[in-house]
T-cell receptor, first 113, second 113 residues
C-alpha cells in the first residue's frame, strides 16, 4: 500500500530535550516536506526536499532541522524544543515537486512542556 | 498580505445544496492549485487540483480557476453530511528554484441534514 508513515503519532516531552520525528514513504517520491498545523493558521511549511541531499527552508524553519540521506526518509529534528513548537505536524511527499498533489502522513501531535 | 487567503467560515449549508468555497492568492505567477479536505483529527486528502484557467469537474466537485483575478474556488454540489470537514486551498508559488507550497487557513463546512 502506498503510504507516508510518521512516527511517533503522539509525543509529550519537555523543553530542551532533543527529539526526532521520522517520516518514510514507499512511493519513490522525490519531493518531501514537513508542515505544522496550528488553529487558525492552517498548514505552514517548515522544510522541503527536492531529492537526496537537497533541502530548503519553508516559511517557518526556525528551531527545526531536517536531513535527506535516503530518498524514502525525511526526519524532522528539534534540537532544543520549546513550548511554541507544540503543534500537529504532517509529513508529505509528491512525485517530483510542489506542482504535484501531496500525499500526507497521519500526523504527529507534539506537546512540549 | 497572506499568500493564500480563504473565506474564514464556518460555512453551513443544508443537505443537497451547493457549497461554494473561495480562495485568493497573491503570487500572480502561481501555476498549480489544490483543494484538500481534512476531517477533524485526520490528515489532509486531495479533492481536486487544477492548473489551467476555467472549470474542472470531478463528480460532485468543481474547481474553478481565474488567474487574471487570482482566485480559485471549489463548488460542492448536492452536499452530503459526509462533506462536513475543513477545506484547505494550496498554491504552489512560482518563484524560480523555489518549490514552496502555501496553504490557506481553511474553511470549515458543516452540512445540515
Amino acid at each position: 500500500e502506498a503510504q507516508v508513515t510518521q512516527n511517533p503519532r503522539y509525543l509529550i516531552t519537555v523543553t530542551g530535550k532533543k527529539l526526532t520525528v521520522t517520516c518514510s514513504q514507499n512511493m519513490n517520491h522525490e519531493y518531501m516536506s514537513w508542515y505544522r498545523q496550528d488553529p487558525g493558521l492552517g498548514l505552514r511549511q517548515i522544510y522541503y526536499s527536492m531529492n537526496v541531499e537537497v533541502t530548503d527552508k519553508g516559511d517557518v524553519p526556525e528551531g527545526y532541522k531536517v536531513s535527506r540521506k535516503e530518498k524514502r526518509n525525511f526526519p524532522l529534528i528539534l534540537e532544543s524544543p520549546s513550548p511554541n513548537q507544540t503543534s500537529l505536524y504532517f509529513c508529505a511527499s509528491s512525485l517530483r515537486d510542489s506542482n504535484q498533489p501531496q500525499h500526507f502522513g497521519d500526523g504527529t501531535r507534539l506537546s512540549i512542556l | 498580505q497572506k499568500e493564500v487567503e480563504q473565506n474564514s467560515g464556518p460555512l453551513s449549508v443544508p443537505e443537497g445544496a451547493i457549497a461554494s468555497l473561495n480562495c485568493t492568492y497573491s503570487d500572480r505567477g502561481s501555476q498549480s492549485f489544490f483543494w484538500y479536505r481534512q476531517y477533524s483529527g485526520k490528515s489532509p486528502e486531495l479533492i481536486m487540483f487544477i492548473y489551467s484557467n476555467g472549470d474542472k469537474e470531478d463528480g460532485r466537485f468543481t474547481a474553478q480557476l481565474n488567474k487574471a483575478s487570482q482566485y480559485v474556488s471549489l463548488l460542492i454540489r448536492d452536499s452530503q453530511p459526509s462533506d462536513s470537514a475543513t477545506y484547505l486551498c494550496a498554491v504552489n508559488l512560482s518563484r524560480s528554484n523555489d518549490y514552496k507550497l502555501s496553504f490557506g487557513a481553511g474553511t470549515t463546512v458543516t452540512v445540515r441534514a
